[in-house]
């Protein structure tokens, strides 16, 4: 007997499979670990050297403000950001922007147009679109969402970066307050290493960078 076909009969809707969120390890114990599982998200834990998340084509750094501004500080920010050009697609989520005044000179200790100077250098200099989120929940429903749009996954080949001796040495100054590039750049082709620096007077440090020279004496010369 041959089988009677309904050709009324509705057919059933292909469930469609979320992708994979590569999350970096160091991340599985914040909070917005647990609201992506319970937006029913799929993740998948590895050791990324660039970012903290990737969403299919998109490379995500995510910093809550505190580590915004003590990454920013620290010179930590700004190798992330370099490092992140890797990718064609990046994104930066500030978080907790809800929670906490980004620009608050006083609480922060930075002055809030240094960090406004700092953001426009990221979206204008280094074209990364910024979100600020309110929470760890806000940001866990805009990842939610982007892992949801119709872009093609990427391969995870970032690297990164390895800084030269000249970038090396140039790093390590920057660290001091108040020392730029410009700064460090003008001490290491006077004095030409790190030790003829610190050993330097205070007169033959102000002979070249000015006031500045009072900070690094008295930082290198604190007992700790």
Do not use: C
Request: hydrophobic share 40%; glycine share 4%.
């Amino acid at each position: 007997m041959k089988q009677i076909i309904d050709i009324f009969q509705k057919k059933k809707k292909k469930e469609k499979s979320l992708p994979k969120i590569i999350v970096d390890y160091r991340e599985k114990n914040s909070l917005i670990i647990s609201e992506l599982i319970r937006l029913g998200m799929i993740l998948e834990f590895k050791e990324l050297k660039v970012a903290d998340y990737i969403v299919k084509n998109i490379a995500i750094e995510r910093k809550t403000i505190n580590d915004f501004i003590n990454s920013m500080i620290n010179k930590r920010l700004l190798r992330q950001i370099q490092e992140l050009q890797q990718y064609k697609n990046r994104l930066l989520i500030v978080e907790g922007n809800g929670e906490q005044e980004l620009y608050n000179d006083e609480e922060l200790g930075i002055n809030g147009n240094a960090i406004r100077g700092f953001l426009l250098s990221i979206l204008l200099k280094y074209n990364i679109p910024i979100i600020f989120t309110k929470n760890y929940e806000d940001s866990a429903k805009f990842i939610s969402i982007l892992s949801k749009k119709q872009t093609k996954e990427i391969a995870l080949k970032a690297k990164k970066r390895i800084l030269n001796k000249k970038e090396q040495l140039q790093f390590i100054l920057e660290g001091f307050p108040g020392i730029g590039p410009k700064t460090a750049q003008k001490l290491l082709n006077k004095f030409k290493t790190i030790s003829n620096i610190i050993n330097a007077s205070e007169q033959d440090l102000k002979e070249t960078i000015g006031k500045k020279a009072e900070v690094i004496k008295r930082l290198t010369e604190t007992i700790y």
